[in-house]
């Protein structure tokens, strides 16, 4: 009797790896020479980021380093959501980055419909904000992970609970 393999579909990413990108893009900013007078912050919520800063020269730094602190701890870049900056007190702008966790029951449709469609002997279900691939074959499965990376999605993906 053959057993069934499976595994997860999500996305998510590791929180104390956030904060501590946020830290070291901090740390960052205070010594570089052309950010260190501006007062720049970045304020970490449950599924937000908050930038305040002087201009929008030094708003598209912050971001950049922030990109490339995130990148070298294994975060994606498509974590980040940016809103649009708007005009804070004292002359100030501020942006507001929303965090993207979970798959959105469109995205997740979207991964079923192509498992119920390319591969035959493949199963999907949504749970949640996850959708569980289930086969037979080990070697569908790994199929199925290389057609969902290829889709390019907004949102980082990841494997869970291979099995």
Not at 20 to 42: C, E, H, P, S, V
Not at 131 to 151: C, E, G, H
């Amino acid at each position: 009797m053959a057993s069934t393999s499976s595994f997860d579909v999500v996305s998510d990413f590791d929180r104390q790896e956030l904060v501590n990108t946020i830290d070291q893009a901090l740390r960052d900013i205070k010594t570089r020479y052309d950010l260190k007078d501006t007062n720049t912050t970045i304020e970490l919520g449950e599924d937000t980021i908050t930038i305040n800063t002087t201009s929008d020269f030094t708003l598209d730094a912050v971001q950049t380093i922030l990109v490339t602190k995130a990148i070298k701890r294994n975060l994606s870049p498509k974590l980040f959501d940016y809103g649009n900056p708007e005009s804070a007190s004292g002359g100030r702008i501020r942006q507001v980055i929303k965090l993207r966790r979970g798959i959105s029951k469109d995205d997740a449709k979207v991964i079923t419909k192509l498992v119920k469609t390319d591969f035959k002997k493949v199963q999907a279900a949504i749970q949640g904000d996850a959708v569980r691939i289930s086969a037979k074959s080990k070697d569908d499965l790994q199929d199925v992970m290389q057609a969902i990376r290829d889709l390019d999605f907004p949102m980082p993906i990841q494997f869970n609970n291979y099995r």
